[in-house]
């Protein structure tokens, strides 16, 4: 159980467009999903703590505008990178809690690459 | 499937003690592991890693060890400290080319509870 799905796994696009990134929690109900980030070598960094039906926290120095995160159901999760750039390219993970629990449950990532 | 394996949900040590902590894997592709720390609310710390190139890895108090044999790693911190209560994961990669992790999977976690 408690199994967290992400897609694509893998993308590449080009620089300037969008490209969005779908979480699913599969068998249980998320109140809570967490996008992370992650830089070859370095621990996944927090983006955005996104609670089912209102809008996302993001950490500081994480642009909303740059990484629009929705949570419309209480098993999907979506982080659109809009306009991306070279620099975008990372692995993003996210992981989802149930209500009141402490475990996350995290994704397998999605490695974008932009070109 | 579970590929990594934290057997044990919790685990509790005295304050200034060894704490080990375990982890199992199932993928023999696997070639790259990490140990991630993780408060309530917030996203997981990375804390030490190491590739399967190698059997043993030290930073500070932390030192993680690789059976590649066994399928199995631990992580040893010493000596335990309060503020070391937290939940523990461990993660593996496949096709580690120097670049980093890529595609964890992640073990449930232990939850670390050091007692004064």
């Known amino acids: 159980g408690a199994v967290v799905s992400q897609h694509p796994s893998r993308v590449i696009c080009k620089s300037g467009t969008s490209v969005k990134i779908e979480c699913r929690s599969l068998?249980?109900?998320?109140?809570?999903m967490f996008w992370y980030r992650q830089f070859p070598k370095k621990s996944l960094m927090l983006m955005a703590t996104?609670?089912?039906?209102?809008?996302?926290?993001?950490e500081q120095g994480v642009e909303k505008d740059k990484f629009l995160i929705n949570h419309a159901s209480l098993t999907l999760s979506t982080l659109t990178v809009t306009s991306a750039h070279p620099e975008d390219s990372s692995f993003y993970i996210c992981?989802?809690?149930?209500?009141?629990?402490?475990?996350?449950?995290f994704g397998p990532g999605t490695r974008l690459l932009v070109l | 499937d579970q590929q990594v394996k934290q057997n044990s949900p919790s685990l509790s040590v005295q304050e200034g003690r060894i704490s080990i902590l375990n982890c199992d894997y199932t993928?023999?592709?696997?070639?790259?592991f990490l140990w991630y720390k993780k408060y309530p609310a917030e996203g997981p710390t990375f804390l030490i890693s190491?590739?399967?190139?190698?059997d043993k890895n030290e930073d500070g108090r932390f030192t993680v060890f690789l059976n590649k044999s066994a399928k199995h790693l631990s992580l040893h911190i010493v000596p335990s400290q309060p503020g070391d209560s937290a939940v523990y994961f461990c993660?593996?990669?496949?096709?580690?080319?120097?670049?980093?992790?890529?595609?964890?999977?992640f073990g449930k976690g232990t939850h670390l509870i050091i007692q004064p």
């Open positions: 992981s989802a809690r149930i209500w009141l629990a402490q475990t996350q449950y």
């Open positions: 068998d249980f109900q998320a109140t809570t």
């Open positions: 996104s609670n089912e039906g209102s809008k996302a926290t993001y």
């Open positions: 993928n023999s592709m696997f070639d790259y």
């Open positions: 190491i590739s399967s190139i190698k």
């Open positions: 993660a593996a990669s496949e096709g580690y080319s120097g670049g980093g992790a890529d595609g964890l999977t």
